[in-house]
């Protein structure tokens, strides 16, 4: 898999996912010092589809930082057919995505379709921010997401690395 190494590109996190989000936030601060934690409860992708036709299922998303790399704990919410539940039904719960930064969206997404990678998420993830899952398993052991970079999406990276540069371990758990 070949990326460009433009301004915004580049692995940006690392996701998991979870039966308890609560229960791996404290874990994944007390060993490894991630956080504060930004949590959304109740997280929707719009325009979502799954395997190329429309999907609805619920999911939790807690966003934190270690340095300038940001950790990602998804727990889905229902028992929706998804890409969460196809890699946990495969081999549990634990790793599932890297994301990159990209901005050149439509580019990257048709190099991964031309690479042979399954096309296996898509939606809005923001107000002006598309996002796309391949499933490229068979040579990373997981999914790979690319985000489209925005300022607004910059923003709010820039803002969970932020919190996380001195970070003194109060408020560890941020509702958004």
Known sequence: MEHGRGAGDGIIQTAFITGDIARDMREMTRQFGIGPWFLFEDFRIRDLRYRGEPADFRIAVALG?????????IQQIDDQPSVYRDLQRQ??????????????????????????????LSGAAG?????????????????????EVTAQVEAFWKMVRDAALDWDGTDPVRRL
């Open 65 to 73: 930082n270690s340095g300038p790399m940001q950790f990602e704990l």
């Open 127 to 147: 107000p002006d921010s598309r996002m796309a899952y391949f499933d490229t398993t068979r040579v990373t052991h997981g999914m790979l997401e690319y985000i």
């Open 91 to 120: 081999r549990g719960f634990g790793f599932h995505h890297f994301a990159v930064g990209v901005r050149e969206f439509d580019a990257a997404c048709r190099r991964s379709a031309a690479q042979g990678f399954d096309l296996v």
